[in-house]
């Protein structure tokens, strides 16, 4: 049995800043990984548009774990433990590990920071309609085949959905030599960053045909084709307008899943919105002790929103453990009338400031975001436009609160 | 020209034309879109990531130390496509000093063992 | 050319039964299988169901060989180690369905199969969740859900460490009669066989035409499936079908043996041309969605994590399971459609009899054990210290969603009949089938497969022939953009 005062599970951005956080405050830490290195996603994410926030330059991802892995490593105060996968954790913080080196291990922390990230939808979540040939990835999948292994995936290519890492995975096929055909996306808009799809798709003069989703697949050992049509507004696809468009390769690019399938069995709430945990300012979960930050928390636009999210729950698991988060009462953020969600969805009366995240449920020209507690407006905030693919924030003076908080848009 | 400004989340469509000598962007809603316009339209510039290849087998992530014309790229990536890695580099480490004339450093962003 | 006195045509659950029966004899016996692995066609994609054989007509193969095969299975899957439950079935009627369950009830008094026919309060005992239309519903005790694959792959691995051999990748594409028996000619190699057994499902009656036997026309029905992730387990208890109709038992629910739910399936027929295509459709997966609403409506679709197709090939209405008339020791299995998982060991067991009858073979003393693979999931922490201990490979854990260690995907390409393809990896050990569908672990396996096999990873495939998962290296045939 071994003792620390934060253990974080993942060493993804958010599980390294949590450590650097955590560390600020003087707490022993355990880092476990389940990859053989640090870093996470970052490390096959070898394109640039990193750290523009956070460090104030543009960096690629292995540049921006690097950042965060010198410091980690360097810290003596940081216990690594790599390749190590949590199978199970307990409410009253006992988490065990099984790793090659250090086998079945027992670790007793003082506090919790959730940071697994999140996973990929796949072709089964969304109930493909076809064959089952090779020729089907997930475009995280494909990024790791190319970008850490060295191998393509193939040479004609659709990509069904715009999120970013399948926009990113179109520049990075072509540059391959790869001929992407087309990027279909059944929203009326792209979840991706407007920056991707202009430098991404536009700069290669990739198709992107929005409301357009595949209808099925063919081959049988090797992708031949997909098939595809637009949809109506209820997302049903209109199939006396399908088209074949003959390909080798489908990416899917169709949404990110926190992975928090290890708070199963536990009492944590859980958003049905996020799929993340239910979070305070420190993102405490509702369990005292445990936090929660970065992908597994919720899906972030960009990984300098999470360093900093992580580095306020490492912090903050580390005053828990010495007894120092002393925490008052708490009022409910509620999102509504295009505010999907805010986070966090809980904040402590008292005082400074706290910056609540949401994102919009469409696209918004020229809304104003209103945030009021007990009736009165603590914030009025005026955009020219929001699009669901970025995250929004907006400040909140906490000397304000006087009951729950309401966030919304209006005209 | 016709592009998407990239400034801001507005992503306003932005048209860029040479009048009298003299480029003229319309349908932006600010000044960073006027000046994002002309860049677009006289030196559009990319910074450039992509692999190279061992010699002895792998692949090291690079990039681009600063942004080159964009219609060099297809240039750097034929380049990249043949160009093998023989040693160890560690992030950072220069790899080639402006290839095909590019402007622009190649610059390994993660370590490569080499062999 | 080499000799055998036994040649089994196709590896699904039929042919490793036949083998496996086989190697409890002393003979030299081999399989024959065109596909990358075996339980590759229907003994992949089905059910997993045990029937309880109520539903056959009294008197057919069917109700023979389903009843005696069904009974075999406690023992058999503790013997082979293959994932296992005695869940029992209910078949559920609305009001005004009791003489339709009435009639099944009697079929399976007849058939000797326990059964009983209970009222919504005993339904709701054992399904909480049923739809509030269901009314009765037969019950069958002795029903069960089995891993199909895994079953199909455990009787191939202890029929291998028993003797036999198993050809993958090996397409009989000729069958001759020689004076004293046969000879088989493949897309690699020639064999000579005293006795063949033709147990090459979708393709058995290609198979009987190579040798001039009757080649009846086969009917190919596709289903479709939901397969859903295993937090849905407990939505379903006991295999739930509807009554059944002129297509067949109907779309049912129930829990998996390796603890998920399966909800399916359909029947749509195809053209032979296309039978092995397995193409799921949309229709199919609609016509799934409304036939679980009859049953279970509460069941979460979100939950999905995979949707599949299964063929069922048919002869006729009956199995077809005999010795030829025209061919001497040739052996024939044709139309070994639903209740055919079930069935697969007894007919196992009868075909082999046969042969060795024909061949004049002797039994062995006993056979050699198929030893238990490791799974993390179901050891102890000291069984688990223990492996770590002896290879630290059963720490690294590969598979996220099902906890699948290095150790174990390693056991499973060192497997008696070892596994080359990322599918059978899947098969064996479930790395990939959880809830992210290999998202994260397929590139592992892969390099696994590749470092193991000592090819490059451009090689390793998903299954057969023309499945490579990442064919090119980066940089390769770059044409500027």
């Known amino acids: 049995m071994k003792k620390f005062d934060v253990v974080i599970i993942g060493g993804g951005p958010a599980g390294m800043a949590a450590a650097l956080g955590a560390r600020e405050q003087g707490a022993s830490v355990a880092l476990l990984e389940r990859d053989d290195r640090l870093g996470g996603i970052l490390n096959q994410c070898i394109h640039n548009g990193f750290g523009l926030h956070y460090f104030g330059e543009e960096l690629t991802g292995p540049e ?23 199978l199970s954790l307990t409410e009253d913080r006992v988490v065990r590990a099984i790793s090659p080196t250090a086998g ?85 808009f792209s979840s991706g960053l407007k920056r991707n799809i202009v430098q991404c798709l536009n700069d290669y003069d990739i198709p992107l045909r929005y409301s357009t989703t595949v209808t099925r697949v063919t081959g049988k050992n090797r992708l031949t084709g997909v098939y595809v049509a637009p949809v109506d507004e209820k997302m049903n696809p209109l199939l006396e307008k399908e088209e074949y468009i003959p390909c080798d390769t489908l990416l899917l690019s169709v949404g990110l899943i926190p992975e928090n399938d290890l708070l199963t069995g536990t009492s944590v709430e859980m958003s049905r919105v996020t799929s993340g945990a239910v979070v305070d300012e420190f993102r405490q979960t509702s369990v005292p002790g445990i936090f929660s930050a970065g992908n597994v928390l919720h899906v972030h636009d960009l990984v300098d929103n999470v360093s900093e999210e992580a580095f306020v729950a490492g912090a903050s698991a580390a005053k828990f453990s010495k ?81 729950d908080l309401s966030i919304y848009t209006e005209e | 020209m016709n592009t998407t400004c990239i400034m801001c989340p507005m992503g306003c469509s932005l048209t860029v034309e040479e009048k009298d000598g003299a480029v003229i962007v319309t349908g932006n809603g600010c000044p960073r879109g006027e000046k994002y316009g002309k860049a677009e339209f006289t030196h ?31 240039d750097l990536l034929s380049w990249a496509a043949s160009f093998r890695l023989d040693h160890a580099v560690k992030t950072g480490d220069v790899i080639a000093e402006s290839p095909v004339a590019c402007g622009a450093n190649v610059v390994a962003t993660s370590d490569f063992k080499g062999r | 050319m080499e000799k055998f006195d036994v040649i089994v045509i196709g590896g699904g659950v039929v042919g490793t039964a036949v083998l496996r029966s086989l190697a409890a004899y002393k003979a030299k016996t081999l399989l024959l299988e065109k596909a990358s692995d075996v339980a590759t066609g229907a003994s992949r994609a089905n059910s997993g169901i045990v029937h309880a054989g109520y539903d056959a007509e009294t008197g057919t193969k069917k109700a023979l060989f389903n009843v005696k ?25 609305r009001e005004g369905g009791l003489p339709a369950l009435q009639a099944l009830y009697e079929r399976g008094v007849a058939n000797g199969v326990k059964v009983e026919v209970i009222d919504r309060k005993r339904i709701l005992e ?16 002795e029903a069960g859900v089995v891993s199909p694959y895994k079953l199909t792959i455990a009787q191939a691995d202890h029929a291998v460490i028993n003797g036999a051999e198993i050809r993958l990748e090996e397409k ?108 799921v459709t949309r229709e199919g997966l609609a016509l799934v969605r409304e036939g679980v609403g009859r049953l279970i409506p509460c069941v979460n679709l979100r939950s999905v994590i995979r ?174 953009v």
């Open chain 1, 323 to 403: 007894g120092e988060l002393a925490l008052s009462e708490t009022v409910s953020v509620l999102p509504s009338n295009g505010v999907r969600y805010a986070l966090p969805q809980k904040v402590h009366q008292g005082e400074g400031k706290v910056k609540i995240y949401f994102r919009v449920d469409k696209v918004y020209r020229g809304r104003t975001v209103v945030v009021e507690s007990g009736g009165e407006v603590v914030k009025r905030k005026k955009t020219l436009v929001m699009a669901p693919g970025e995250m929004q924030n907006v400040e909140v003076d906490k000397a304000l609160i006087r009951g």
């Open chain 3, 69 to 93: 095969g069904a009974a075999m299975f406690p023992s058999l899957t503790a013997e082979l180690h293959v994932p296992y439950q005695k869940t029992g079935s209910l078949v559920a009627a």
């Open chain 1, 64 to 86: 921006y774990a690097k950042r965060f892995r010198d410091k980690v490593l360097a810290d003596k105060g940081i216990t690594v433990f790599l390749e190590a996968m949590v």
């Open chain 3, 307 to 480: 949707v599949y197709a299964g063929t069922r090939t048919a002869v006729g209405s009956d199995f077809i399971i005999e010795e030829s008339k025209k061919v001497k020791n040739y052996f024939m299995l044709l139309g070994i459609c639903s209740p055919g998982l079930t069935s697969a060991p007894a007919i196992g067991e009868y075909v082999a009899g046969v042969a060795a009858e024909a061949l004049g073979l002797i039994k062995k003393e006993k056979m050699r054990p198929l030893p238990a693979r490791f799974h993390l999931t179901k050891a102890t922490e000291e069984e688990i210290e223990d492996k770590i201990a002896s290879d630290s490979a059963y720490g690294r854990i590969v598979c996220r969603c099902e906890k699948v260690t290095e150790g174990e995907i390693l056991e499973a390409i060192r497997s008696p009949l070892p596994a080359h393809t990322v599918d059978a990896v899947k098969r064996r050990v479930r790395a990939g089938m959880g809830r992210c569908q290999g998202g994260f672990c397929r590139p592992r396996v892969m390099e696994i497969l590749s470092r193991e096999l000592n090819i490059p990873l451009s090689k390793i495939r998903l299954g057969d022939k023309g499945s490579e998962i990442a064919p090119y290296e980066v940089k390769d045939g770059y044409e500027k």
């Open chain 3, 126 to 141: 054992l399904e909480p969740n049923i739809s509030p239309e269901i009314a009765y519903a037969l019950y069958a005790p």
């Open chain 1, 104 to 188: 079945l291990m027992e670790l007793h922390a003082g506090a919790i920071v959730l940071a697994m990230g999140c996973r990929e939808r796949s072709a089964g979540a969304i109930a493909l309609a076809g064959t089952r040939p090779a020729g089907i990835y997930t475009a995280g999948m494909a990024q790791r085949l190319s970008n850490v292994e060295g191998y393509l995936v193939g040479k004609e290519v659709v990509i069904l959905g715009s999120g970013d890492i399948g926009l990113i995975m179109a520049r990075r096929m072509t540059s391959e030599g790869a001929k992407v055909k087309l990027v279909a996306e059944i929203m009326p």
């Open chain 3, 172 to 279: 009989v594409v000729s069958l001759e009669k020689t004076a004293d028996g046969f000879a088989v000619r493949t897309e690699k190699g020639e064999y000579f066989a005293s006795y063949v057994i033709n147990a090459a499902g979708a393709g058995a009656s290609e198979v009987n035409a190579l040798i001039g036997e009757d080649a009846p026309t086969e009917t190919h029905a596709v289903g479709d499936y939901y397969i859903l992730d295993s937090k849905e387990a407990g939505v379903v208890n006991t295999v739930v079908f509807p009554l059944p109709d002129e297509k067949g038992k109907g779309i049912l629910v129930a829990p998996t043996a390796d603890g998920n739910v399966i909800l399916g399936p359909t029947s749509r027929k195809v053209p032979h041309e296309v039978a092995e295509e397995n193409e």
């Open chain 2, 44 to 74: 559009p510039e990319r910074v450039v990531t992509t692999l190279l290849k061992g010699t002895y087998g792998g692949v090291v992530s690079v990039k681009t130390d600063r942004p080159i014309p964009k219609d060099k790229i297809g």
